[in-house]
């Protein structure tokens, strides 16, 4: 099965600044790659996700890069907001698979 | 379309008791699964199934069953509720061709408290 990992398991940063989200998995067949954000006592919802036939995605602040070579893909929210208080969640799922297996989660604190 | 729904919201169990989770969803949905978060933790995987009729263990099955008997709907067992299952627990639900083809969608959470 896929062996997932995030890093870091914590973020804090002040608000205006950069933050950056690394999944690193194990499986070269993985082919959809998704970042789930939960908000405190809420669900996980898709913030913004890749497939493997492309680099990079942006949606507004937020993009997300792939390295397939390296087998890790990374979430970056630019110009961070109180909003983006949250624990973000990578998925990478490989092709034909039945089993979503989730990161352990990344808490990301935004310090105004 | 109200997505995925799952009642109750919150449960309270002695230790021993038995009950069940309900899900369903109207999004005509092929995939659906359950998932346990325990406080600070991370999202992992009870039980899952791509079909009626269809269902399958995931990480941590042990302690709970499931049925698929339509698309629309995946109740949750506990069998003999233990204060290790204390948990909020998610269904989720997602198209599936031979794989998945993208989101997969929550519902709000049932917070199950086992004393």
């Known amino acids: 099965g896929e062996n997932v990992e995030q890093h870091p398991s914590t973020l804090s940063v002040q608000e205006g600044d950069s933050a950056v989200i690394k999944c690193t998995y194990s499986d070269s067949a993985s082919n959809y790659f998704p970042w789930y954000k939960q908000e405190l006592g809420k669900r996980p919802q898709l913030i913004i996700d890749i497939r493997s036939n492309v680099g990079e995605k942006k949606d507004q602040r937020i993009a997300v890069t792939l390295n397939k070579t390296a087998k890790h893909f990374s979430l970056h929210i630019t110009e961070t907001q109180p909003e983006d208080s949250a624990v973000y969640f990578c998925?990478?799922?490989?092709?034909?698979?039945?089993?979503?297996?989730f990161g352990q989660g990344t808490r990301l604190t935004i310090n105004p | 379309n109200a997505g995925v729904t799952q009642t109750p919201k919150f449960q309270v169990l002695k230790t021993g008791q038995s009950m069940t989770l309900q899900c369903a969803q109207d999004m005509n949905h092929e995939y659906m699964s359950w998932y346990r978060q325990d406080p600070g933790m991370g999202l992992r995987l009870i039980h899952y199934?791509?079909?009626?009729?269809?269902?399958d263990q995931g990480e941590v099955p042990n302690g709970y069953n499931v049925s698929r008997s339509t698309t629309e709907d995946f109740p949750l067992r506990l069998l003999s509720a233990a204060p290790s299952q204390t948990s909020v627990y998610f269904c989720?639900?997602?198209?599936?061709?031979?794989?998945?083809?993208?989101?997969?969608?929550f519902g709000e959470g049932s917070r199950l408290t086992v004393l």
């Open positions: 989720a639900s997602s198209y599936f061709s031979g794989g998945f083809a993208g989101e997969l969608f």
């Open positions: 998925a990478p799922i490989i092709q034909g698979a039945q089993k979503l297996v």
């Open positions: 199934s791509v079909g009626a009729g269809i269902t």
